[in-house]
Structure formats: C-alpha cells, structure tokens
C-alpha cells in the first residue's frame, strides 16, 4: 500500500483531544494534522518526537496533513494510522500473499454479522468453510522486540473476540489478525494488564477455536505492506 502524497517530515509539538496534532515542519511552519487513531499511542506521542505526514489538497478536508508515521532513533519505524492495515492487509489477501489464508479467492471486506457488527474481511472459496477475519492494528512496544495489543481499553475489541467465538460455534472458520505496524519487532503478546477484560475475551475465543495470526510490516515514507508472521507468545 503506497502512500497517496509523498510524505513530508515534522516534529510532534502536541497530541491533544485524540485525533488533533500539533507539529512543526521542517521549514519552520507549525500546523495541525489528523490523527487516524482513537488509541493511547503510548510511547508515541511524546512532544519532540519525530513524525512523517501526508500532505492533501482535498477541498473537502479541513485538515491539510494526516499524521502517518514515527520515525524512532534507531531507524525504524511505526505507522500510526489505523486504517492502513485494512488497506495493506486487503491487497496481501487478493493476491493470495497470506499464506494460512492462501486458498481463499474471494476477499470481502466490511461485511456485516454478528449483533450490530462488520467483519473486515469475509474469505470465502470453493470446497471451504467462510473465514471471518478480524483485524486489529499494533503499535505498542514496552519491551525491546515485542509488541503488544491493547495500548488502552478496548470494550469494542472484546466484543470482537465473543463475536468471533459464535462464528466458530456457528461452524465457521474465524481469525483474529494482529498486524504490527513497528518494524522493530518480532515477537507478539497481549497487553493484559492494560485490560484484563480483553485478555480474558481472547482466552475464551481461542478455546472454542479462533485461530491467531500476527503479521509484521515493512514501513517506509513511500508505503506499507504486510511482512512476516511474528512469534505469538499466547
């Protein structure tokens, strides 16, 4: 998945009411950017902080920028944006790039099911049962190496998994799909102690037999696309 504009670098001035940033452009020029993510960010928003943004000219957007990327010290990156995963992870599953997931032929994204809820992608292919996948996108890393999900509460996310498990009780085939958008990475765990609720969610899914997958990415300022499967610790 490339970026629509080329990206342009900044400097996080403040993170405020969620989806607002303040930043400051390398020429000197101070504006406000989207914020495409409703989570904590933790670790990622500190002022200072070294960022990539892509700039539009859509009259239709009040916000000139979107904020994108991280860019750490250490070279590596983290995609913010928590609509890219659906984006890059749709073009992976056409072109039958997900290996546990290869056979499917037919990809449909954002269909309904459950109580008041859209899968984000429903699989579906001869001679095989409906694979109901769900995607979360990762950006939290405590510890060298591993990423985690959830950086915050998420009621939504647990609701997801209880969705999920009836799927497999309705005989269907269901996977819960991390994407890591951190390219410093390459192992997965849940972050229980941020919610226990969560956790206790994903125990029950996993049980009646809701398959995990955990993928990482591989992120510039041209783009983002699916990479490896990560080790997943539970």
């Known amino acids: 998945m490339r970026f629509q504009t080329e990206l342009v670098p900044a400097t996080l001035i403040r993170r405020y009411k969620r989806f607002l940033a303040d930043c400051r452009l390398d020429d000197g020029r101070e504006v406000v950017a989207h914020c495409a993510n409703p989570g904590s960010m933790m670790g990622l928003a500190e002022p200072g902080t070294r960022i990539w943004l892509e700039p539009n000219d859509d009259p239709k957007k009040k916000l000139k920028f ?41 990809v449909r994204p954002e269909q309904k099911y459950g109580e008041n809820s859209r899968i984000d992608f429903l699989l579906q292919g001869a001679g095989l049962p409906d694979a109901y996948v769900e995607v979360k996108s990762v950006t939290l890393s405590r510890q060298t190496g591993l990423a985690e999900f959830p950086d915050s509460v998420t009621a939504r996310g647990a609701k997801h998994l209880a969705e999920l498990a009836r799927v497999v009780e309705a005989g269907h085939k269901a996977v819960m799909l991390y994407l890591v958008q951190r390219t410093d990475c390459d192992r997965f765990d849940l972050a229980c102690d941020i919610d226990p609720a969560y956790g206790e969610a994903y125990a029950h899914a996993t049980s009646v037999g809701v398959d995990t997958l955990c993928f990482g990415t591989h992120i510039t300022p041209k783009g983002v696309s699916v990479g490896d499967a990560l080790i997943v610790l539970r």
Do not use: K, M, Q
């Open 66 to 106: 979107g904020w994108r990327l991280v860019e750490h010290r250490n070279g590596h990156f983290t995609g913010v944006d928590t609509s890219v995963p659906n984006r890059a992870l749709r073009a992976a599953l056409e072109a039958r790039e997900i290996a546990p997931l290869a056979a499917y032929d037919t």
